[in-house]
């Protein structure tokens, strides 16, 4: 079984609309997450990381975490046709060693 | 903005043979990380280094071998390319105090025929 799911695994918004991605793992040890942004052609570009629970909010951005069910999410308020990209959720038993486990990835259209 | 570059950004392969993708970063991070990513999926952790002259096993290591001889560089060996090392392969470094904040190279197509 895959240690970090990712649903759905595409969506698509209207421009200025929300878009709502989720994150689960089923393995304890992983207390650690961050998400990923990856544009067709590029390398991943990390988002923004949360490791308490509860929300966190960085400009267009909000994630949200609740660790006793290891579930993430991410918001993205004003979609705009450059969210358009695979966005990865990764996690890790711990802050400090780079070892992260990746999810397949959520396909967001943003449609103008 | 950190800067990975990684070398050549494709390459098509014979069955068998040698395989040597380069990484190269300006930003003296101590940890650097080799990825590879399947169409439709994640990416997996290959091979990581924390120093020069020292690499560990990743999440996926058969088959390949990791080479750091300097802090900015960190290569990826394929002694035996075969068809299933088909992929996309992402270098990435981070820092101590970057909380695993990954920056990644643009990748490396590998096409094995």
């Known amino acids: 079984q895959q240690k970090v799911q990712q649903s759905p695994e595409s969506l698509s918004v209207p421009e200025g609309g929300m878009a709502s991605l989720n994150c689960t793992s089923s393995?304890?040890?992983?207390?650690y997450f961050w998400w990923y942004r990856q544009h067709s052609g590029e390398g991943p570009k990390a988002l923004m990381?949360?490791?308490?629970?509860g929300d966190k909010k960085e400009g267009r951005f909000t994630a949200h975490l609740n660790k006793a069910s290891l579930h993430v999410s991410l918001h993205i308020r004003d979609s705009q046709p450059s969210d358009s990209a695979l966005y990865f959720c990764?996690?890790?038993?711990?802050?400090?060693?780079?070892?992260?486990?990746f999810g397949d990835g959520t396909v967001l259209t943003v449609k103008p | 903005e950190a800067a990975v570059t990684q070398s050549p950004r494709s390459k098509v392969a014979v069955t068998g043979g040698k395989v040597t993708l380069s990484c190269h970063q300006t930003?003296?991070?101590?940890?650097m990380y080799w990825y590879r990513q399947d169409t439709g999926h994640g990416l997996r952790l290959i091979h990581y280094?924390?120093?020069?002259?020292?690499?560990e096993k990743g999440d996926i290591p058969d088959g390949y071998k990791a080479s750091r001889p300097s802090q900015e560089n960190f290569s990826l060996i394929l002694e035996l390319a075969s068809l299933s090392q088909t992929a996309v392969y992402f270098c990435?470094?981070?820092?101590?105090?970057?909380?695993?904040?990954?920056?990644f190279g643009h990748g490396t197509k590998l096409s094995v025929l």
């Open positions: 990435a470094s981070s820092d101590r105090q970057s909380n695993e904040r990954l920056f």
């Open positions: 393995d304890r040890n992983f207390q």
């Open positions: 990381s949360i490791f308490s629970d």
């Open positions: 990764a996690a890790s038993g711990s802050t400090n060693t780079g070892k992260l486990t």
């Open positions: 930003n003296n991070h101590d940890y």
């Open positions: 280094s924390y120093v020069a002259d020292s690499t």
